[in-house]
């Protein structure tokens, strides 16, 4: 019980982190392109009040499935059409693989101080950054699923409309089985590309934070 609660402790300020980098990510780059919707909206902003969904928040700490505030834009508005188009789908999962790496090269700066930090208070700051930067990774490859209401179901609208338009309607069609499929065997699936991805982000950041301390 008393891990379980130390893990929602530590996850609650990753998931706000991730959740508000997702959709301040998506606004900003709509808003720069032309689309004043997301602003209008009050979608501009790092307040974490603005993106996080109480409920999709709740869930994602008890199953470790949740979603946010949906960030609503103009395609029409956009000046380069689909171009643009294909820059705003992509803006949220890449704002969250960024995090993910500055987190890490937090994480293995932090981890340089073990010396000179009290035990408890390093520990606990080594486990925070830790969850901010592999959930960060994780919400990276899980939004490019092409499934309704994730970043890949956009991005593959944008970069393959002939295949797209195709495979939609199936798509739509059993888009609950395809969802529970994911739930069921998903975090497998995404744990491999994440897990290589965040390997990767951990030999960069400690080889750079190395050379300075």
């Known amino acids: 019980m008393r891990n379980y609660l130390l893990n929602i402790i530590l996850t609650v300020p990753a998931i706000l982190v991730a959740f508000t980098v997702q959709g301040y990510s998506r606004a900003l780059v709509a808003d720069k392109l032309?689309?004043?919707?997301?602003?209008?909206?009050?979608?501009?902003?790092?307040?974490?009040a603005a993106?996080?969904?109480?409920?999709?928040?709740?869930?994602?700490?008890?199953v470790h499935?949740?979603?946010?505030?949906?960030?609503?834009?103009?395609?029409?508005a956009y000046k380069r059409g689909y171009k643009d188009a294909i820059k705003v789908s992509i803006a949220a999962p890449l704002g969250n693989l960024i995090i993910g790496l500055i987190f890490t090269f937090i994480y293995a700066f932090w981890a340089a101080l073990a010396k000179s930090l009290p035990t408890n208070f390093y520990l606990t700051g080594l486990s925070m950054l830790l969850y901010i930067a592999v959930i960060n990774v994780n919400l990276f490859v899980f939004n490019l699923i092409p499934l309704p209401g994730l970043a890949g179901f956009d991005i593959l609208r944008d970069l393959w409309p002939k295949t797209f338009y195709k495979v939609a309607d199936t798509i739509y069609q059993y888009q609950i089985l395809i969802l529970m499929g994911v739930l069921l065997i998903g975090s497998k699936l995404i744990s491999i590309p994440s897990s290589l991805i965040?390997?990767?982000?951990?030999?960069?950041a400690f080889s750079v934070v190395g050379i300075f301390l």
């Not at 209008?40 to 902003?45: A, D, I, K, S």
């Open 198 to 204: 965040f390997n990767l982000f951990t030999k960069i």
């Open 51 to 62: 993106h996080i969904d109480p409920i999709g928040f709740i869930m994602i700490l008890l």
């Open 34 to 48: 032309g689309d004043k919707t997301p602003r209008f909206q009050g979608r501009l902003t790092l307040n974490p």
């Open 65 to 76: 499935f949740g979603w946010t505030k949906p960030v609503d834009t103009n395609p029409n």
